[in-house]
């Protein structure tokens, strides 16, 4: 063989390896699991009990509002390549996302994870009627989510269900811790009271016996009335903090703090650092208690 075949012999084997081997990696890319989330969260609960095994699609990213936040088509496109969606039931799914799901992805499995936490523990309601979809803000809650996705995970991918059922029981394991010690922070406190803006804290004060004063209600501002009556038992309970969430916010919480002589302060329920975020807003509230 001449020196000139030679060299094309060679240059077609590693051409036709080098092809080989993208489409093995192709194929490996499109065996991979994509889990969509609603909410920041979420995303954490996932990584929890599926580390690296999973891709993650948060139709919701950090810093935007829940409530109103319409997903980018660049989130919807990687939407369209999701296994199961773990929704939570923020209003912005109802309006922007749920209605136009199959158009994206025919295929989804969708898991509504207040359903599951329904099954196991009593919901709230608001005025309205419709569920309060602030789950995540309760240990308890996130428990069951845990295990949901443990066991989802394990439906698709049996080959790793012991890898996700010993992570799922892990994570629950630092929830019973966290959930114990705030227990213990926040039950010994004579002021039971807190005010926010956006009613975000139901749960957590419901699981840890405090009482939630929202200004918002069904996603609008108080009324002059209802406004009122806030500054009115602020002043009665001493309450002089008032909590807003960076991407929930209204010019009523800098006016409350400035009617009871208190302050408006900065809360985040949405964090991605979720048992470390828990601990921070239970100390944040027991301070503000501590003060009235």
Known sequence: MSKNNKIILLLFVFIFGCSIDKRNNNANLQRRINIAVSIVPQETFVKAVAEDKVDIITMIPPGKNPGNFAPTPDIMEKFSEANIYFTIGVPTEKASILPKIWEFNKDVNIIDMADEVSKVYSERKFESGDRDHHIWLSPKRVKVMIRTIAEELSTIDP?????????????????????????????????????????????????????????????????????????DLAKKEGIKVVFYQAEIDSKQTRILASEIDGKAEMIEPLSSEYINNLKKIAETFKKAMEVN
């Open 159 to 231: 080959s790793n269900e012991k890898f996700y059922q010993r992570n799922a029981e892990k994570y629950i394991s630092e929830l019973d811790e966290v959930d114990a010690e705030i227990k213990n922070s926040l039950f010994s406190l004579d002021k039971k009271a807190f005010i926010c803006y956006h009613p975000a804290f139901g749960y957590f004060a419901e699981d840890y016996g405090l009482q939630m004063i929202a200004l918002e209600n069904e996603g609008k501002e108080a009324t002059i009335e209802d406004f009122q009556k806030t500054i």
